[in-house]
């Protein structure tokens, strides 16, 4: 999926999916991280309803069975579906998606995975921007910069740039939005 192969990235998760019924019939659904990464790829084909559909059964899962790191990256799902039924729908009520984007942040800062914080950030700072609190946006954007640069996640640092020139677009300056665009 994320080296751009969406059509075989699907039918792959589907059947992992399927193993994972065969071996755990009482989970039926992809689950974790491998849940978490099916979710990114229906989100990326907008499918926000399905992962919301998903995301709370395997967040009841998470809460009953595994630990901090799946809660917040169901409570991630669930946050970044929410956001894009709100830019979708156009009723302007980001509540949901703020509520559970910060308890995304808040679950993996607990969880102690720094490796998987920026996705929070990232994904909350979106939010921000649309939402047009810019300062907290750059907040987001600047935590999640900074670990990634600092642990060698070069992904995290690219998308960190990309969400820099959307913030800069969105306060106006197409100039920044280059410096980012080009950084990326």
Same mark, same amino acid.
């Given at each position: 999926h994320q080296a751009g192969n969406g059509d075989e990235a699907a039918a792959l998760f589907r059947e992992a999916e399927e193993m994972q019924k065969a071996w755990q019939p009482e989970f039926p659904l992809l689950y974790s991280l491998q849940g978490y990464r099916y979710c990114d790829l229906l989100l990326g084909r907008g499918e926000h309803r399905e992962v919301e559909r998903? *995301?709370?059964?395997? #967040?009841?899962?998470?809460?009953?069975? $595994?630990?901090l790191l799946d809660i917040a990256l !169901?409570?991630?799902?669930l946050g970044r579906a929410r956001l894009l039924r709100a830019e979708r729908e156009g009723k302007g009520d980001f509540g949901p998606a703020a509520r559970e984007l910060d308890a995304?942040?808040?679950?993996?800062?607990?969880?102690?995975?720094?490796?998987?914080?920026?996705?929070?950030?990232? *994904?909350?700072?979106? #939010?921000?921007?649309?939402?047009?609190? $810019?300062?907290?946006?750059?907040?987001?954007? !600047?935590?999640?910069l900074a670990l990634a640069t600092r642990s060698g996640m070069?992904?995290?640092?690219?998308?960190?740039?990309?969400?820099y020139a959307r913030l800069a677009l969105a306060a106006r300056d197409p100039a920044a939005a280059r410096e980012h665009l080009d950084e990326a």
């Open positions: 998903r *995301a709370a059964q395997t #967040l009841v899962w998470a809460k009953q069975y $595994l630990g !169901d409570h991630l799902s995304a942040v808040d679950g993996l800062r607990q969880s102690g995975q720094q490796d998987d914080l920026p996705r929070g950030l990232l *994904a909350r700072a979106d #939010l921000h921007r649309i939402t047009n609190d $810019l300062p907290a946006a750059r907040r987001d954007l !600047d935590e999640a070069r992904l995290f640092e690219t998308d960190a740039h990309l969400g």
